[in-house]
């Protein structure tokens, strides 16, 4: 189990890592969409729209990571005070009754809302936007997928800590994980 554990954390902290390479096609965007405003007085609606998209993008494929890495926000003034153990179940608590129905709506919103998208032919308001938005919006139930991983890969160490089979899950250091660490990680 530990090893499909891994295997789960391995391919969300692949996508995730992957996603992060778009922040150069959004920085070459954003200073394209800059100097051409500045110094061409040229406004472009889709450049400002790709900005958009590509920052949702970037978003979502690097949430379920986030989540796997104890990046996500948490009440920590009640949380640090608690042993690992107790730590672990409140984990599991809020991950089976908030985060996997949390998850699931979305995923099934997220593709109602892109089917709904797709069959209207959604596009920008604007004529020079982007068009075919059923493409941005499909993000939303990829990234529940993602998540949903990311949430396997934990509960399954978790499960796996409190039977006293594996050492607690990363996430419930309380120090944060160096990024470099999580480099070496996705290598």
Not at 62 to 67: C, I, N, P, S
Not at 95 to 103: C, E, V
Request: glycine share 6%.
């Amino acid at each position: 189990m530990k090893a499909f554990a891994d295997r789960l954390d391995r391919f969300v902290t692949f996508v995730g890592m992957a996603g992060g390479w778009l922040l150069f096609l959004l920085a070459a965007v954003v200073c394209f969409d800059v100097t051409t405003r500045k110094f061409f007085v040229f406004q472009s609606t889709l450049m400002q729209e790709m900005e958009w998209h590509i920052h949702t993008v970037i978003f979502f494929l690097a949430l379920g990571m986030a989540y796997l890495r104890g990046s996500h926000v948490r009440i920590d003034i009640f949380r640090d005070k608690m042993s690992e153990r107790a730590r672990a179940k409140l984990e599991l608590f809020g991950m089976l009754f908030l985060m996997l129905p949390f998850t699931f709506l979305l995923f099934t919103y997220g593709i109602d809302f892109v089917m709904q998208s797709y069959a209207q032919n959604e596009g920008s308001t604007s004529m020079q936007g982007i068009h075919h938005r059923w493409i941005i919006k499909s993000i939303v139930p990829t990234a529940m997928v993602l998540l949903f991983l990311a949430l396997l890969a934990t509960l399954i160490r978790i499960v796996l800590y409190l039977k006293g089979l594996a050492p607690a899950p990363e996430a419930f250091a309380k120090q944060e994980i160096p990024v470099a660490q999580i480099d070496k990680e996705a290598a």
